[in-house]
């Protein structure tokens, strides 16, 4: 089992950056691949990013592609998102998730999950 504890958001204005982290404990962390996920009031929610247990491959939105950059630091047991350019529907809870399936953008190929923070972006 992993408990994710993710840290970094707050309120930002449009254009401005922020770094995501997500803190793992219990299983070993570079045994699982790692996403990033968020979810917005009345929206479903959404794949954001994802990076592979070795850290040799990741994966984007198309909406996030060119902005944010995901990352991990096996030896920290974190992973990390950083958002530059953000734009007022980045606005959202964002989640990090551990799996073992790759970089799928599937949120129900992800057995664990954080509680979220959120980001708030204003225009």
């Known amino acids: 089992q992993v408990q994710l504890v993710e840290s970094g958001g707050g309120l930002v204005q449009a254009g401005g950056s922020l770094r995501l982290s997500c803190a793992a404990s219990g299983r070993t962390f570079s045994a699982y691949d790692m996403g990033w996920f968020r979810q917005a009031p009345g929206k479903e929610r959404e794949f954001v990013a994802a990076v592979k247990r070795s850290g040799e491959s990741t994966r984007y939105a198309d909406s996030v592609n060119g902005r944010f950059t995901i990352s991990r630091d096996n030896a920290k047991n974190t992973v990390y998102l950083q958002m530059n350019s953000l734009k007022p529907e980045d606005t959202a809870l964002y989640y990090c998730?551990?799996?073992?399936?790759?970089?799928?953008?599937?949120?129900?190929?992800?057995?664990?999950w954080g509680q979220g923070t959120q980001v708030t972006v204003s225009s």
């Open positions: 998730a551990a799996g073992s399936w790759g970089t799928t953008t599937w949120s129900g190929a992800y057995a664990y």
